[in-house]
């Protein structure tokens, strides 16, 4: 059963909190994701479950979705 919201390339973050991800591989049960550590200034992975991360919707996502509101006021 693979229902997962995520695929390699989106963009997460834990939802308690922290940096943007980006997740690199996807399995039922976990989800591995980069990320870049202002603390020690380096490259991160990391490994949790699925429920533990939220999608953070890009910029580009939103004015896409705003601009397909506008087109259906036409």
Known sequence: MSDTLFS???VVSLRSGG???TVTEVTP???TCLWFSEQDQTLRTGTVPPIALAL???DDEIEDADDE???DDD
């Open 29 to 31: 049960t976990a989800i």
């Open 56 to 58: 953070i919707e890009s």
């Open 19 to 21: 940096p943007a991800m």
């Open 69 to 71: 509101i506008e087109d």
């Open 8 to 10: 390699p390339g989106d």
